[in-house]
């Protein structure tokens, strides 16, 4: 306990083998260089010295060295680790409001792992089309059908529920619908526009996210 391996400045003229070792105490590696550095993300993982003082610049220092240090070994798993890593540090040395972060920490942390979580964005696709089903469901009067598009001789359907989630699904993923649209007067424009956006943003980010993981 309260032990460190430091190798902070230290220069190796050679390969630095830290694989066979058993790594019990913090690390600090500030500005170590060396040709290549040969170590296991779970050697490293909770032992860097600069995160556990909060020194959150240096963190970030570091899991960025980390991040070139395990592409260079073609671990891109660690890698991509690293980099997250990386984007937490770079958030918590950042100066600016409270709020602000908690934005970044919902919406690039939770939500997509700094783009190194492609089914983060999944669950966060769902969770946007369940919340705008329930909006949508909770202004169904500002919702209008549109009898031209139903050749049914039956009375006008109820904008249920059910009714709702195929809504959101259809303004989500941008292919429309016919029967259903929103009134000229009222939320119901601002509500469809909002989640068409989002949708557009978050479906892009999946695909590139996904797109990256699979050429790699």
Known sequence: AGKTLDLSKAVFGRPLQLRSS????????????????????HQI???LKSESEKRWAAARND??????????NHDYRAM??????????RRESRKGPRWLKGVEW???????GYGTKPMNIGL????????????????????????EADQRPTGLPEFGLGTALYYSVATFTTMGVGDWVP?????????????????????????AMLTRKVIR
């Not at 058993?22 to 993300?41: F, G, K, N, T």
């Not at 919902?106 to 997509?112: C, H, I, M, R």
């Not at 966060?124 to 009898?147: E, K, P, Q």
């Not at 424009?189 to 557009?200: D, H, P, Q, R, S």
């Open 22 to 41: 058993r790594i019990d105490a913090m690390v600090d590696l500030h500005m170590v260089e060396a040709p290549q550095i040969l170590i296991w993300q």
């Open 45 to 47: 993982a909770g032992h």
């Open 63 to 72: 899991y960025g060295s980390l991040r070139i240090v395990f592409e260079q």
């Open 80 to 89: 991509d680790w690293a980099y997250y890593n990386f984007c937490r540090m």
């Open 106 to 112: 919902f919406f690039l942390d939770v939500g997509a």
């Open 124 to 147: 966060l696709m769902a969770l946007v089309v369940f919340v705008f089903t329930f909006v949508h469901w909770g202004f169904a009067s500002s919702f209008i059908y549109n009898v």
């Open 183 to 207: 009134a000229h007067e009222g939320i119901a424009k601002i509500m469809v526009i909002t989640e068409a956006f989002i949708g557009l943003l978050l479906m892009a980010l999946f695909v």
